[in-house]
């Protein structure tokens, strides 16, 4: 082999190596972006889980006003599958109000919640307790919660009914 033909060689395995090299860190930063952004996106959806589980807690307090700053104006709150909607933080004060006042004791066990981007669901147990001597009875209601929060707030909201066991 003649000193060109190596010096050639040589030229083409060190360009060979260096593309390789290129092509492994291109790679490797490619990996760690997608890991940042994974992390990111898990710390918003904590973030999204630690809003829902908070309004879900501010239910206790059986006021309405501390709701309200959990959800958008353009709220809209599906009761239960088949119920018309709820819309807006007037309509919101006007339908869950009075019933949230007139109760002796709200609160809501939270099972699981998870989030995926900006869709929070949630399983749990509302209990709605009736003063002394109400004609009304007490109530039990085992859900599931769909969430879709927008800029901090809850924007849509829709429970679903377990299915009853065995």
């Not at 109530?139 to 599931?144: K, P, T």
């Amino acid at each position: 082999m003649t000193n060109t033909e190596t010096a050639e060689r040589r030229s083409i395995l060190t360009s060979l190596g260096l593309g390789v090299l290129g092509a492994f860190a291109a790679a490797t930063s490619h990996a760690t972006d997608a890991s940042e952004s994974r992390k990111d996106n898990a710390d918003h959806e904590k973030k999204l889980i630690a809003l829902v589980t908070d309004f879900c807690k501010a239910w206790s307090g059986k006021d309405v006003e501390n709701l309200i700053p959990y959800l958008a104006p353009e709220i809209e709150y599906h009761m239960f599958e088949g119920a018309p909607p709820i819309k807006g933080h007037d309509q919101i004060r006007q339908r869950l109000g009075a019933f949230m006042a007139g109760q002796k004791e709200i609160t809501w066990d939270m099972l699981r919640s998870y989030a995926v981007g900006d869709v929070v669901l949630n399983e749990r147990i509302d209990h709605f307790i009736q003063p002394e001597g109400s004609p009304k009875p007490s109530n039990h209601f085992h859900v599931a919660g769909v969430f879709l929060v927008r800029d901090g707030k809850i924007s849509y909201w829709k429970d679903y009914n377990m299915p009853k066991a065995g």
